[in-house]
């Protein structure tokens, strides 16, 4: 782990901040995918002209991405509550992009280093960027899931976990987000009437609930979108076994917030191609779970056209305004053989 002096990190934890209160990326508008748009139910709807999509420039905040909120908030928790006097090793489970913001930030904390605990699926790419970041790096065994592992490992004397998937701190944490949001609609000069995520903690759901819908825009209507199933399993998203699996050990509850049933229907075929597609025509530079959070939300406008309630999420000035909460991009998955096919074909 890297080490600063009392006014470097002082001066870091003030940049940090900064960033979240005036900092964050510009929402801009995305493009239809010509996919989606030559498919004959977008054609028929008409809805190219009531709808307008925006998500986070690039998806990224500098060099910390999305993710920002949630571990800085759960951080500062954890301190104020005595947890690091001791100088503990921090561990927790991570998909990629939690633990890459925990290595970033750890060094501006009181403790001895951070363990970030990866499942054996994590694609090599997003090792490199964990181990980039400062993070130590442990992969769970064949068929035992990272936070499993996590917790065994926490058992042992010097050691404090972080759960990110039970702490509250995930979707506190997105306050900072969804203030943003507010405030970047107001500049844009539209009322967001839909806001999506894909599955990971769930807590950019309960935040979105939380913080965006019922102190700012009471008919918002929120997205849910996971893999289909083990088998489809997107690279940082989850199917609803693995959700079930969350339920288990205290995680978030998203049921009583998403807009309709989960999105789960999307194969890893159609999120791969759509994901080379939207790099090489529309130069946006997105991982697979933004890709599939794209295609699930065509898959429930469509759902909705079907069922004649459309309009059910429009806003007041009869629009469908979305924003689309992602925050991967595609470079840590090209070490993929099957993920790099559908960019050379």
Same mark, same amino acid.
């Given at each position: 782990m890297r080490h600063f002096n009392e006014l470097e990190?002082?001066?870091?934890?003030?940049r940090l901040l900064g960033i979240l209160d005036h900092g964050l990326p510009p929402l801009i508008e995305l493009p239809v995918p010509d996919t989606i748009e030559m498919e004959s139910?977008?054609?028929?709807?008409?809805?190219?002209?009531?709808?307008?999509?925006?998500?986070?420039?690039?998806?990224?905040?500098?060099?910390?991405?999305?993710?920002?909120?949630?571990?800085?908030?759960?951080?500062?928790?954890?301190?104020?509550?005595?947890?690091f006097d001791n100088r503990p090793i921090v561990i927790g489970p991570t998909s990629g992009n939690w633990g890459m913001i925990s290595g970033l930030v750890a060094p501006l904390f009181n403790v001895a280093g951070f363990q970030a605990v990866v499942g054996s699926d994590v694609?090599?790419?997003?090792? =490199?960027?964990?181990?980039?970041?400062?993070?130590? =790096?442990?992969?769970? !065994?064949?068929?035992?899931?990272?936070?499993?592992?996590?917790?065994?490992?926490?058992?042992?004397?010097?050691?404090?976990?972080?759960?990110?998937?039970?702490?509250?701190?995930?979707?506190?944490?997105?306050?900072?987000?969804?203030n943003h949001i507010v405030n970047e609609f107001h500049r844009i000069g539209n009322i967001p009437s839909v806001f999506a995520a894909v599955t990971g903690t769930c807590g950019t759901l309960v935040a979105a609930d939380l913080y965006l819908k019922?102190?700012?825009q009471p008919n918002l209507k929120i997205?849910?979108?996971?893999?289909?199933?083990?088998?489809?399993?997107?690279?940082?998203s989850r199917y609803p076994e693995k959700l079930e699996a969350?339920?288990?050990?205290?995680?978030?509850?998203?049921?009583?917030?998403?807009?309709? !049933?989960?999105?789960?229907? =999307?194969t890893?075929?159609?999120?791969?191609?759509?994901?080379?597609?939207?790099?090489?025509?529309?130069?946006?530079?997105?991982? !697979?779970?933004?890709?599939?959070?794209?295609?699930?939300?065509?898959?429930r406008l469509r759902e909705h056209y079907e069922h004649g309630t459309i309009d059910s999420l429009k806003n007041k000035d009869g629009k469908i305004i979305a924003v689309l909460y992602f925050m991967d991009m595609h470079l840590p998955y090209l070490e993929d053989p099957e993920y790099l096919s559908f960019f050379q074909n």
């Open positions: 990190k002082s001066n870091m934890r003030e139910w977008f054609q028929k709807s008409k809805i190219k002209e009531i709808l307008s999509v925006y998500a986070f420039e690039g998806g990224k905040i500098r060099a910390a991405n999305g993710k920002l909120p949630a571990v800085l908030k759960t951080w500062l928790i954890e301190e104020k509550e005595g947890k694609p090599d790419g997003k090792l =490199v960027h964990l181990k980039s970041s400062g993070a130590e =790096v442990l992969v769970a !065994p064949e068929g035992v899931s990272a936070i499993t592992y996590a917790l065994e490992l926490s058992k042992k004397s010097g050691y404090h976990l972080i759960n990110q998937y039970t702490h509250r701190g995930t979707y506190e944490g997105g306050r900072w987000t969804m019922k102190e700012h997205f849910g979108v996971a893999s289909m199933s083990k088998a489809e399993d997107i690279p940082g969350l339920k288990e050990i205290g995680g978030f509850s998203y049921e009583n917030i998403i807009e309709l !049933p989960l999105i789960a229907g =999307v890893k075929d159609r999120v791969f191609a759509l994901n080379a597609k939207l790099f090489q025509q529309y130069f946006l530079s997105v991982g !697979p779970t933004a890709a599939l959070l794209i295609a699930g939300f065509y898959d």
